[in-house]
């Protein structure tokens, strides 16, 4: 069984948690002390130099990232509806797999490490960026049910934690109908787990 080091209140390892419940791949899941600093020492500062979770171990495999990480478990155990093979498909799912990793990570995810965990960040920024994202998104959202597809992709695993966390970062998503809409759609996707903060109903978090 696939093994995930986990933190419960990481949008990131919360992620790779969903899509494994989506596509019902069992997972080991190894809590990490991240206030006592367990992922910056030995032994998984060895497996992963970055001292960053989620780290997820399938037999030899190691990989951390958890865009990475979605793109395994979705090549390996989901069909091609969650990750296209076609050229220009593809190409659209990693579009939004590095919206994920830059401007969602540097706005709410940042906005939330400020407000949440107490990070020492520039808070205005993380706050300008998340008010960019949020309206290319709703924007985006506007016209279509899903973010890269017809249909639900890695691209909207990826994400959606964060947008949906941005609250506790001190947004408000209430400008932005279509986002939550959107939220509500990945909810009610069968097999859909929460995290704390995002609860597994019909409310927005
Ligand atoms: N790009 C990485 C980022 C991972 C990341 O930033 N993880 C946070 C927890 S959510 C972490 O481990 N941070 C290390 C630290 O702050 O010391 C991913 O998507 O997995």
Same mark, same amino acid.
């Given at each position: 069984?696939? /093994?995930?080091y986990d933190l419960e209140l990481?949008?990131?390892?919360? !992620?790779? /948690? ?10 080991? &899941?190894?809590?990490? $002390? ?6 910056? !020492? @030995? ?20 990989? /951390?990232?958890?865009? #990475? ?5 979705? %090549? ?5 509806a969650w990750l296209p093979s076609?050229?220009?498909?593809? =190409? /659209? ?16 995810? $940042? #906005?939330?490490?400020? $407000? ?5 960040? $520039?808070?205005?920024?993380? *706050?300008?960026?998340?008010? %960019?994202?949020?309206? &290319? ?13 017809? *249909?639900?992709?890695? #691209?909207?695993? #990826? ?6 966390? =941005? *609250?506790?970062?001190?947004? !408000? ?25 995002? @609860?597994?109903?019909? %409310?927005?978090?």
């Amino acid at each position: 069984m696939p /093994r995930l080091y986990d933190l419960e209140l990481s949008g990131n390892c919360y !992620k790779v /948690r969903l899509l494994c419940a989506l596509l019902k791949v069992p997972l080991e &899941i190894v809590p990490v $002390d991240f206030l006592a600093g367990e992922h910056k !020492k @030995s032994p998984l500062i060895g497996i992963n130099p970055f001292g960053e979770i989620p780290i997820f171990a399938d037999g030899d495999l190691v990989l /951390r990232d958890s865009q #990475a990480i979605l793109v395994y478990v979705a %090549r390996k155990w989901g069909s091609e509806a969650w990750l296209p093979s076609d050229a220009a498909a593809l =190409a /659209r799912v990693v579009q939004w797999l590095m919206v994920a990793e830059n401007e969602i990570a540097r706005g709410p995810n $940042d #906005a939330r490490l400020h $407000d949440k965990f107490g990070i020492e960040l $520039d808070i205005g920024a993380a *706050r300008e960026k998340s008010v %960019r994202i949020l309206g &290319i998104l709703e924007q985006h959202l506007a016209t279509t049910n899903w973010l890269a597809m017809d *249909r639900p992709t890695i #691209a909207d695993i #990826a994400c959606m934690p964060y947008v949906a966390l =941005a *609250r506790e970062g001190g947004l !408000k998503l209430d400008p932005y109908p279509a986002v939550e809409a959107w939220i509500a759609r990945i909810k009610a996707l069968p097999g859909f787990i929460g995290m704390p903060g995002i @609860s597994p109903d019909g %409310r927005t978090t």
